[in-house]
């Protein structure tokens, strides 16, 4: 009897991994057709190719887990942030190229009557920030990648449940994967003032759509609809405080004041809608534009739910236009192949390419990436300085002419796949502070004349290229 039953164990086992292997190859022939037809940047389409045909029982899972760029639209659970071709006209000055891609994809114009202060020091933002929290008397949005479960984290929650308290309206939304470790009790105090906490596309749910893949990397605040801070820095410690921190990265965050914060939250209102289905009432907002300043600022939302990748359109016309020079600082630097491009032949033509990278950044497989670009952009004539510090910040500055903050990285998650927000800045007096803590910050850096590699580390260096796109 137990002989028949070890027989008819085994039997079962077989049919049950026979069954499994004709699954996983169909499942495999039917991905390998999908990502060839796909729309996403052919070095992903060749990791995910590689990972589905070499090791099907690892890559079809984590395709199913983690694909797609576009997820939310092709759902319909998240509507199309702007629609293409409906955006207004110029506000002020003569259109430039940049302006037109974004218009042309439906952006909101540069907007004039705005007061703008760049925060290059962790403690200045986290004093700012804590400010513009206490000075709120209507509502208070706030959209962040990681809060911190730190002193750091626990003090913004207490500051916005004391306005909660006090009758002000609070939303918080929280990216799931981002803020894994800040949910449930992390929060509580803000809910128990009466304050609103969402979690955006949640890791797995089996009650709602969900994407391991496509994160929320914006950090929003928005105040009464009047005030805004945007830029890389996350409400944790390692991004600011209010003291020093020798571990702290080194960031950038730009407040402002003014018409261009009603564009900001119409981008967390469409996340939290999306999060959550309830619509954001404009009446919690000002009644109209705030006129606070003279600089223009145009906002500029990316990721899966905008149609098209605008935001790496509107940079690589940027960089096309240069006629000076093009300065980035970078946590990340794994461009695609048009932008490597077209910076080789800016640096080639004698323009002032710089850029200004972390000498190690806070993970390894980027590190690796970015050296067979840094060596091409070498050869090509481009100025590359390795800060000792890890910098968080994302700036960009091209000529005289425009200056770029915000979240997203120069990599291809940043361009193609995280839903980013990015502050194009048209004003001397911002472009002026912008360039000057770029030219500071790579006098204290080193800089890199020779970035030659072993054949192990070219080899390595081939792997995290290849796993590139998909970080």
Not at 198 to 217: C, D, T, Y
Not at 393 to 405: G, P, R
């Amino acid at each position: 009897m137990r002989r028949r039953d070890a027989r008819i164990n085994t039997l079962i086992t077989l049919l049950l991994e026979h069954l499994l292997t004709i699954v996983v190859f169909f499942l495999a022939i039917t991905l390998v057709a999908r990502v060839s037809r796909g729309h996403q940047h052919p070095g992903g389409a060749i990791a995910w190719l590689l990972a589905i045909v070499l090791i099907p029982y690892i890559g079809v899972p984590l395709y199913l887990l983690l694909s797609g760029r576009k997820l939310g639209l092709r759902t319909g659970r998240k509507r199309a942030l702007y629609d293409v071709g409906a955006a207004c006209g110029f506000e002020e000055g003569a259109p430039r190229d940049i302006e037109r891609v974004l218009l042309a994809a439906g952006m909101p114009p540069r907007r004039a009557g705005n007061a703008v202060v760049p925060h290059f020091s962790g403690e200045s933002a986290h004093a700012a920030l804590l400010r513009l929290i206490d000075e709120a008397e209507r509502s208070i949005h706030i959209m962040v990648f990681i809060l911190g479960r730190d002193d750091v984290g626990r003090g913004i929650v207490r500051a916005l449940a004391g306005k909660a308290a006090q009758g002000v309206r609070v939303r918080l939304l929280l990216d799931s994967l981002g803020c894994l470790t800040t949910r449930g009790r992390f929060v509580q105090p803000l809910r128990d003032a009466g304050g609103q906490v969402a979690h955006f596309l949640p890791v797995l749910s089996i009650r709602r759509r969900w994407s391991a893949n496509l994160r929320n990397h914006r950090k929003i605040v928005v105040v009464d609809g009047e005030a805004a801070m945007v830029g890389g820095m996350n409400l944790d410690a390692r991004f600011m405080g209010p003291r020093p921190d020798e571990k702290r990265f080194l960031d950038a965050a730009v407040f402002l004041r003014g018409p261009a914060a009603a564009d900001i939250e119409d981008v967390f209102a469409s996340d939290w809608e999306f999060a959550t289905g309830e619509v954001v009432p404009r009446a919690e907002a000002a009644a109209a534009p705030v006129i606070a300043g003279d600089s223009a600022v145009q906002v500029v939302a990316s990721g899966p739910d905008v149609r098209e990748d605008t935001l790496h359109d509107a940079l690589l016309t940027a960089m096309m236009d240069a006629r000076k020079r093009i300065w980035v600082v970078t946590p990340y630097f794994v461009p695609d192949d048009a932008m490597l491009k077209v910076l080789a032949l800016q640096a080639r033509m004698g323009r002032n390419v710089r850029i200004v990278l972390p000498a190690r950044s806070n993970h390894r497989i980027p590190d690796l990436a970015r050296g067979p670009a840094v060596r091409r952009l070498l050869r090509a004539g481009a100025q590359f300085f390795a800060y000792p510090k890890m910098v968080h910040a994302k700036v960009i500055v091209f000529d005289n002419s425009l200056a770029i903050t915000g979240s997203p990285n120069l990599d291809m998650r940043s361009m193609y796949l995280n839903f980013e927000i990015t502050l194009l800045h048209y004003s001397a007096p911002e472009i002026e502070r912008t360039a000057a803590w770029v030219d500071n910050l790579a006098a204290q850096s080193t800089p890199l004349l020779d970035a030659r590699a072993g054949y192990v580390r070219e080899w390595a260096e081939g792997l995290a290229a290849l796993a590139a796109p998909l970080l």
